[in-house]
């Protein structure tokens, strides 16, 4: 299936902003989080077609899926 | 009113200098201090600020920023908690952070900090770890509260003490070249939703630091989101986040729609 992956802030560093990707069916986010190379602790928001979702939720064909690190600094 | 009138009138009536400030602003007198001020707020909103008293939770990276916005606007009372002493790894950010304070508790530099930019403003430190149980008295007469807060667990506790109270919130947190704004009126739960995912303390800061234009960034967003909920002017940034990236430059307004 092909999914949207858009890329936030330092998710984008040395990968992409927005790829059309061929992904297997019934995937979760924590698995393109995976695949991408991205460790889980550092995802913070997480949007599938601008929807709140979270890294068990499973993906769809043409789904968009958005990637905001966490960020807690001050 | 230049300040050397408001200095002689506190000395010759024996009053406090912030007394002086609202009773020259409630007679629409404008201290020359605000002058600059003056075109995009009415005396009456330079005294509706006075009047008004603004919590900053941290007193570190944003929240020494949000401080000395906050004082140099004549906000008449400010809250600032921290429980941490100045390191010298603050200094390369940090805005009440000196060599002279290297050691000494970063309320103490807010208070010398607003002592000498602006001293009609009353500023109480409160050298304490914010948590559940001291946060309900700390907030008690704020009008709003400022995040400047390092800890996930921290913010979401601030988060649900706002909400108890009533009181509105506006958010920031950074990291890197990177960081975000959002602004909370009670019964709206955005903090909760941006640190959704249970068991957080940390973001990507721990991988990425702090430099020190990310913190002025988004200190200043904040304190702007502030002084509109104050006044009720402009849009507020409401049910939405704003991400501030300053690598690739790009700055994304994102809804946060009910799930």
């Known amino acids: 299936m092909r999914i949207t992956v858009r890329l936030f802030a330092n998710f984008r560093m040395d990968r992409f902003k927005e790829e059309i990707r061929e992904y297997p069916p019934t995937l979760t986010v924590g698995e393109i989080v995976s695949e991408l190379g991205i460790p889980e602790p550092e995802v913070g928001i997480i949007f599938i077609n601008g929807r709140n979702a979270s890294l068990e939720t499973s993906l769809g064909e043409g789904d968009t899926l958005s990637l905001f690190p966490l960020v807690g600094g001050g | 009113m230049p300040y050397s009138a408001q200095a002689e009138a506190a000395d010759r009536y024996d009053l406090p200098l ?19 001020n003056q075109k995009i707020f009415s005396i009456r909103q330079q005294l509706t600020l006075f009047k008004s008293t603004v919590a900053v939770i941290g007193c570190g990276g944003l929240g020494g920023y949000i401080i000395e916005e906050l004082a140099r606007l004549g906000i008449g009372r400010i809250i600032a908690i921290d429980p941490d002493v100045f390191e010298e790894h603050n200094l390369n950010r940090q805005i009440l952070c000196t060599h002279e304070l290297l050691g000494e508790k970063k309320v103490t530099g807010a208070v010398q900090r607003v002592a000498k930019i602006n001293p009609a403003v009353r500023l109480q430190p409160i050298s304490e770890e914010f948590n559940s149980n001291n946060g309900p008295e700390i907030l008690d007469g704020a009008d709003i509260a400022a995040d400047a807060l390092d800890s996930i667990p921290a913010r979401l506790q601030l988060a649900g003490i706002c909400e108890q109270l009533g009181i509105p919130l506006v958010h920031g947190a950074i990291a890197g070249w990177f960081g975000h704004v959002a602004s909370q009126l009670p019964g709206e739960k955005t903090v909760q939703k941006i640190y959704a995912r249970e068991g957080a303390e940390k973001g990507i800061e721990t991988s990425m630091g702090n430099p020190s234009f990310t913190p002025a960034v988004i200190a200043s967003i904040e304190v702007a989101e502030i002084v509109k909920i104050l006044l009720g002017v402009g849009t507020p940034l409401r049910n939405s986040y704003l991400t501030v990236d300053l690598y690739h430059l790009e ?3 994102i809804p946060l729609k009910e799930d």
């Open chain 2, 18 to 36: 912030s007394a002086i400030e609202e009773l020259s602003l409630t007679s629409g007198i404008l201290p020359v201090r605000y002058k600059k």
């Open chain 2, 251 to 253: 700055i994304n307004k």
